[in-house]
Nanobody, 115 residues
Framework: HVQLVESGGGLVQAGGSLRLSCVVS????????MSWYRQAPGKQREVITT???????NYAESVKGRFTISRDNAKNTMYLQMNSLKPDDTGVYYC?????????WGQGTQVIVSS
């Protein structure tokens, strides 16, 4: 069973930065795709970035140019670097990995951006 543990959320002022981490409980070499999702208050969960083992990375228009997804295979960790944060970025952020036909979720980490 794959477990994902997130950290790095918190309260930040608009214009600030945060880096979210997601530790995966097994080798990342078998991961087909990694994603970060966001669920804003009162809204549905939405994907904000996905990167595949084939090297394709996509970002939602709302975060393009400000957020960056990355990974450190030696640490079994994926990251989301968030810069130039806006109040609209407020929400619970979830990491997600796809292995074969299965998808696994982290528990979520809260990000609050104050204006």
């Amino acid at each position: 069973h794959v477990q994902l543990v997130e950290s790095g959320g918190g309260l930040v002022q608009a214009g600030g930065s945060l880096r979210l981490s997601c530790v995966v409980s097994m080798s990342m070499s078998i991961i087909n795709a990694m994603s970060w999702y966001r669920q804003a208050p009162g809204k549905q969960r939405e994907v904000i970035t996905t990167t595949t083992s084939g090297g394709t990375t996509n970002y939602a228009e709302s975060v393009k140019g400000r957020f960056t997804i990355s990974r450190d295979n030696a640490k079994n960790t994926m990251y989301l670097q968030m810069n130039s944060l806006k109040p609209d970025d407020t929400g619970v952020y979830y990491c997600n990995v796809n292995i074969g036909s299965l998808y696994y979720w982290g528990q979520g980490t809260q990000v609050i951006v104050s204006s």
